[in-house]
């Protein structure tokens, strides 16, 4: 395995597009020295995400953060909103902005999206919505989502982040609620460094989240709406178009890497790796592992200490929970009790690396590592 002097490991990486390609498009900026306000560049990367995609409209913002808040003003959500306790802290901290109680329920036990069958009992006289996450793309229940939502007057906004590409039944599930957002970070399958987007029906939101994004402008005299400023630049775009151009190959390249490591870690007890979802299109962004410990023979944190000593950086996504964080753990719904589920696999869960760069050799001695670890001194 790797020595303390190789190089580190981490959980992702960005793949980036030639040096070559980016600055030809850089030197297209320079001449017309347009860098943002809504450029061609971002025009055009609007257009042809959504044809990639296959949604109606998408509009880019400068990051996924600034996209959800923008997307519940943008449907006036207010009061309470049902959430999930298992996801980064951003899906909470943009209802936390918008001045909303976030309601945690927990989570189903196989997908790690949220329960359905947990939501009803969560809704309130005060509740406005339902954001659920699709957690490491995978799709959460929406048929079911959807039928709570219709019952009780809620508007459903999905926090897509890892969703990027993903379809179940061969739709788009960018298409399941009122809206969904994306994150484009460095650390997401797809990238533009930093940036967001949401994801609508109607020309008429998408005009009103390109107002959102630029102060709530209509035009140089009028300001419709108080908005905020969340515009994509052009320098982002612009490495988007670049990352666009490969990513059927970028995605096509971590299946392999995903089905490499199921074959390598199927037989070692205590270890579980996600059973995919028939006729779900995945895009591989993470693969996560549960430590059965009582099986494993070992706690999941000295595993994951284990393999940070070989420079093997995995990442606890997600622990602790959102409920435990210091903003949130004294609400109600934030109690261990009513959210065992999640509380349970927050315990067990390591990511393990998987990037587009990452070598074949170097899952076989993860796994390998992994496998000899759990009857060490046993």
């Known amino acids: 395995m790797q020595s303390k002097k190789n190089p580190k490991v981490f959980v992702t990486r960005p793949h980036m597009p030639p040096l070559d390609s980016f600055n030809h498009l850089l030197k297209e900026?320079?001449?017309t020295k347009v860098l943002t306000n809504n450029g061609p560049f971002v025009t055009t990367l609007e257009n042809q995400l959504?044809?990639?995609?296959?949604v109606p409209h998408i509009s880019l913002?400068?990051?996924?953060?600034?996209?959800?808040?923008?997307?519940?003003h943008a449907l006036n959500i207010e009061g309470?909103?049902?959430?999930?306790?298992?996801?980064?802290?951003a899906t909470s901290h943009a209802l936390w902005w918008n001045n909303i109680k976030p309601?945690?329920?927990?989570i189903d036990p196989d997908t790690f999206c949220l329960d359905p069958g947990k939501i009803e009992e969560a809704i309130t006289e005060k509740t406005t919505a339902i954001l659920p996450v699709h957690v490491y793309g995978r799709p959460c229940k929406a048929a079911q989502i959807q039928r709570i939502a219709q019952k009780h007057g809620l508007k459903v906004i999905y926090d897509a982040a890892h969703a990027f590409g993903v379809k179940q039944g061969g739709q788009s599930v960018l298409l399941e609620g009122d809206l969904s957002i994306l994150s484009f970070h460095a650390?997401?399958?797809?990238n533009t460094i930093e940036g967001g987007a949401v994801v609508c029906r109607t020309a008429e939101m998408?005009?009103?989240?390109?107002q959102l994004r630029n102060f709530g402008f209509v035009n140089e005299v009028r300001v419709l709406r108080p908005g905020i400023n969340a515009k994509m630049n052009e320098l982002q775009a612009a490495y988007g178009l670049l990352q666009l151009e490969t990513i059927d190959q970028q995605i096509a390249n971590r299946k392999q890497k995903t089905l490499l490591y199921k074959s390598l870690l199927k037989d070692v007890a205590g270890i579980r790796c996600y059973e995919d979802l028939e006729n779900v299109q995945y895009n591989y962004g993470y693969f996560p592992i549960l430590v059965e410990s009582a099986v494993y023979g070992k706690e999941r944190d000295a595993l994951y200490y284990y393999l940070q000593q070989k420079n093997i950086f995995g990442r606890r996504y997600f622990y602790p929970l959102i409920s435990e964080f210091e903003p949130y753990n004294q609400l109600p719904s934030s109690s261990t009790g009513n959210l065992p589920i999640a509380y349970d696999i927050s315990r067990k869960v390591i990511c393990l690396p998987m990037y587009f760069e990452l070598e074949d050799k170097l899952i076989i001695e993860i796994c390998?590592?992994?496998?000899?670890f759990s009857v060490q001194n046993s």
């Open 29 to 31: 900026i320079w001449s």
């Open 50 to 54: 959504a044809d990639y995609l296959e």
């Open 61 to 72: 913002y400068s990051n996924g953060t600034l996209a959800l808040i923008a997307a519940l």
């Open 80 to 89: 309470e909103v049902i959430t999930t306790p298992y996801s980064f802290v």
């Open 103 to 106: 309601i945690f329920v927990d």
């Open 187 to 190: 650390t997401k399958v797809y």
């Open 206 to 210: 998408k005009n009103k989240l390109s």
């Open 368 to 372: 390998t590592s992994i496998a000899d």
